[in-house]
């Protein structure tokens, strides 16, 4: 059984930092693409970054410079360090456990997390 347990939201001022983790359990970990993804109240779920099996690495524009991805191989699971947080970085967090194209293009599966809350405000 599959299961994707994110964790590390929470409230923070603007401008402060967060580490979200993300542990998988149940996939062979180092083969799969992991991603992070967002969903804000009322918009469609984005792609934040995501980083490929053999550690390549991409950010939506929104992120970068701010946000960095990692995984850790030995201990199932990828990390996603945000700092200089804004306000419309608010949103609920989700992992994926997906693929990448031969075109560098991230494709989720079905695998995803319950999800953690990050809310960045005075």
């Known amino acids: 059984q599959v299961q994707l347990v994110e964790s590390g939201g929470g409230l923070v001022q603007p401008g402060g930092s967060l580490q979200l983790s993300c542990a998988a359990s149940?996939?062979?970990?180092?083969?799969?693409?992991m991603g992070w993804y967002r969903q804000a109240p009322g918009k469609q779920r984005e792609l934040v970054a995501f980083i490929s099996s053999g550690g390549s690495i991409s950010y939506a524009d929104s992120v970068k410079g701010r946000f960095t991805i990692s995984r850790d191989n030995a201990k199932n699971t990828v990390y996603l360090q945000m700092n200089s947080l804004k306000p419309e970085d608010t949103a609920v967090y989700y992992c994926?456990?997906?693929?990448?194209?031969?075109?560098?293009?991230?494709?989720?599966?079905?695998?995803w997390g319950q999800g953690t809350q990050v809310t960045v405000s005075s």
């Open positions: 149940g996939i062979i970990f180092s083969i799969y693409s």
């Open positions: 994926n456990a997906g693929s990448t194209s031969s075109g560098g293009t991230y494709l989720p599966n079905n695998y």
